[in-house]
């Protein structure tokens, strides 16, 4: 049993019957009446996310998980196939357990969440940024601009990413995995 002073992103947690994982949290200290965690949960079941707040000191049960690096391989529909860069095994993992599918690409590393009780995949943690090439995106047009202006762009993944006007297609750009937003353009 853990209590609230353990809470911290990534923690996995059994609520409500069902485990969750704890995507952002915030630790509130009113004026007056006691301090509690705001919290964001994420089911590694379904997918969806709820909002839950813990009063200060309630116990929460977390559960045993170990982190074992895969590599993704290709996507079947809705399916997709990991193979362990240790022991070479192969799992499938369906869409709604991943965060970011649209930027997964083929030969990616990714660090995968699994239940040390059952050896469930609970989830898949994404690198904090992907280099990918642009595919696909308007021409941007010279002196169009008033302040910071973006455009659609397609990635090789088939995602599709807000991006400045000087990026053109067949450009590498570094994209961060949390938010689905562009960083920055690569030169090779």
């Known amino acids: ?14 609520y409500n019957h069902d485990i969750y994982k704890i995507i952002e949290f915030l630790h509130v200290k009113p004026g007056k009446g006691p ?13 969806k996310v709820i909002d839950n707040t813990f009063s200060a000191g309630h116990k929460i049960e977390d559960v045993r998980v170990e982190t074992h690096k895969f590599q993704f391989l290709y996507a079947e529909g809705d ?4 193979m362990n860069t240790e022991d070479y095994n192969q799992i499938t993992l369906e869409k709604s357990t991943l965060d970011a599918p649209g930027l997964l690409k083929e030969g990616e ?35 169009n601009t008033a302040t910071n202006a973006t ?25 961060e995995t949390e938010k689905g937003t ?3 353009r690569i030169k090779e």
Do not use: W
């Not at 049993?1 to 059994?14: H, P, W």
């Not at 301090?35 to 997918?47: H, N």
């Open 1 to 14: 049993m853990a209590s609230t002073s353990d809470i911290r992103n990534g923690l996995c947690i059994k």
């Open 35 to 47: 301090a509690f965690v705001r919290t964001k949960l994420k089911s590694v079941t379904t997918g």
């Open 79 to 82: 399916t997709y196939h990991f």
């Open 109 to 143: 590393v990714v660090t995968v969440i699994i239940n040390s009780e059952d050896q469930m995949p609970l989830s898949v943690e994404m690198p904090a940024s992907v280099i990918l090439e642009v595919t696909a995106t308007e021409p941007g047009v010279k002196g």
């Open 151 to 175: 455009k659609p762009a397609t990635v090789e993944t088939g995602a599709e990413v807000m991006v400045p006007l000087f990026i053109n297609e067949g450009d590498k750009i570094k994209v």
């Open 182 to 184: 562009y960083k920055e």
